[in-house]
């Protein structure tokens, strides 16, 4: 398996959404945790984008955006920058951020967490060369391992 360096794959979470009927945020949907990714081949070279990032979560009147593919974390849904949601992990931040506040303000959704990245190659060792990883490849959400041939 060759990845290109102009290529992606992601399995992101998709954004919060907004208050319903409130102007709090307390009703506000958290961000979607991203996916799980695995990848089993002889040999594994990845030039390119794997991303399993988490969704932002939703605000006062306002969506959490969904993840993107790269390391860049989805921001949360705000109104006004209050009532904010928190932002989705990304790069070396495994955990969904804790919803922005005003104190005693609106509070929106909390930010969805990050997915699992598995490669299993017969070495147990993918060749990364210029690669984006988010996770980053130094979390625990990212592993490698072996695959068995007969």
Avoid: H, W
């Avoid at 089993?40 to 030039?47: R, S």
């Avoid at 920058?81 to 495994?94: I, K």
């Avoid at 951020?97 to 070495?123: D, E, K, L, Q, Y």
């Amino acid at each position: 398996f060759s990845m290109a360096a102009s290529s992606y794959i992601t399995v992101g979470g998709g954004g919060g959404k907004p208050a319903v009927s409130s102007n709090t945020g307390d009703n506000s949907g958290g961000g979607g945790s991203g996916g799980s990714l695995l990848i089993e081949a002889t040999g594994v070279k990845i030039a390119g984008i794997l991303a399993a990032n988490g969704g932002g979560g939703g605000g006062v009147s306002a969506d959490g955006k969904n993840a993107t593919p790269d390391a860049i974390a989805a921001p949360g849904g705000a109104l006004a920058g209050s009532g904010a949601g928190g932002a989705g992990s990304a790069g070396a931040g495994v955990n969904g951020m804790t919803p922005a506040s005003v104190s005693p303000g609106p509070v929106g959704g909390g930010g969805g967490g990050s997915g699992r990245i598995r490669i299993n190659t017969v070495s147990g060792a993918a060749v990364i060369t210029s690669a984006t990883m988010s996770p980053a490849v130094s979390t625990s959400c990212v592993t490698q391992g072996r695959v068995k041939t007969k």
